[in-house]
């Protein structure tokens, strides 16, 4: 095929976008060139790649979603290419880009981050997002590797454990159930509940409660970890997490307790995962390596409950 890469990113942009117009605006050229590329990809394939939607853009036709596809492979090779030649330079890529599951940027990641990166002089990109995004990221080649929960579709089958994390309650300190050494979803689920509310995770945690009997009352919902802590102290009600702050992590109030759950309910894992597969670079095989050693160390963190 005699496209020019840049004229590929360009077919791939219009894709991504859902307009040439826009396209045109991203990539910062004229709607012509955009034209032209999308005209010989056309001419090439011997087949349409997008439907003309009038008024509401472009929607990409079978043999555009197979050539945007492949599109996409060979923008991430060129991606990886020019990374490559960066770690040669310097041994390690001048900018880190590192995917992980939102709330974990404030209750873990700089902590993991720093002792990577210790003695190197490189600059920390980190991606906050939600399970389905990190994904998007990492086949993008937005990011070198995520950090996140082995929950949803699309995950890498090669991904490296890093540790169980179980589900707990969050909890008033002067609630009845603070006193417990356990608790049980039936009880909790006469409180009203506290929603940690972002895509996958909320059915996740909603789902919990289908075992144990009725789904507790929604009081609160928010897609911010900090948030859900600050509705727990304020009354609103309980709460349901996975993971808790970590070494530096910003530490509980005073006014909240994390009671384990007596129920047998699964355990998530939290895991790190890059597309490279057996040709990992030296760098993310270090960083899997510092990962899994961090938490070793601070594993019994992850299940202590304070009482």
């Not at 939607?53 to 043999?63: I, N, Y």
């Not at 454990?161 to 356990?182: E, F, G, N, W, Y």
């Not at 506290?194 to 609160?220: C, H, K, N, V, Y």
């Amino acid at each position: 095929m005699n496209l020019s890469l840049r004229q590929v990113r360009y077919i791939a942009t219009v894709a991504d976008t859902g307009s040439i117009a826009a396209a045109a605006r991203q990539c910062r050229i004229a709607h012509s060139s955009i034209l032209a590329a999308l005209s010989q990809a056309e001419a090439e394939a011997g087949a349409r790649l997008f439907d003309r939607r009038p008024s509401r853009g472009v929607e990409l036709t079978p043999a555009g979603d197979h050539f945007v596809a492949s599109a996409r492979r060979l923008l991430a090779a060129e991606a990886e290419f020019d990374r490559t030649l960066d770690r040669h330079t310097v041994g390690m890529p001048p900018v880190l880009r590192i995917g992980c599951f939102e709330p974990f940027g404030a209750l873990f990641m700089p902590e993991l981050l720093r002792r990577f990166t210790q003695g190197v002089d490189v600059e920390i990109e980190l991606h906050e997002g939600e399970q389905p995004q990190l994904v998007d990221w990492l086949e993008a080649n937005v990011v070198d590797a995520i950090v996140t929960y082995d929950i949803g579709p699309r995950l890498p089958d090669d991904a490296t454990i890093l540790a169980k994390v179980p589900a707990h309650a969050l909890i008033r300190a002067d609630d009845p159930l603070a006193q417990r050494s356990v608790v049980c979803l039936s009880e909790l689920a006469q409180r009203p509940f506290i929603l940690l509310d972002l895509p996958q995770s909320s059915a996740w945690l909603l789902a919990l409660f289908d075992a144990a009997g009725p789904r507790p009352r929604i009081a609160f919902r928010t897609r911010s970890y900090e948030t859900v802590r600050a509705a727990v102290v304020c009354g609103f009600g309980f709460s349901i997490l996975n993971m808790k702050p970590i070494g530096r992590g910003s530490p509980d109030s005073d006014e909240v307790i994390r009671k384990p759950i007596s129920d047998d309910v699964p355990v998530p894992r939290l895991m790190v995962a890059d597309r490279y597969g057996a040709a990992k670079p030296l760098f993310l095989r270090r960083f899997t390596n510092v990962a899994q050693a961090f938490f070793n160390e601070v594993g019994p963190e992850l299940t202590m409950a304070r009482s």
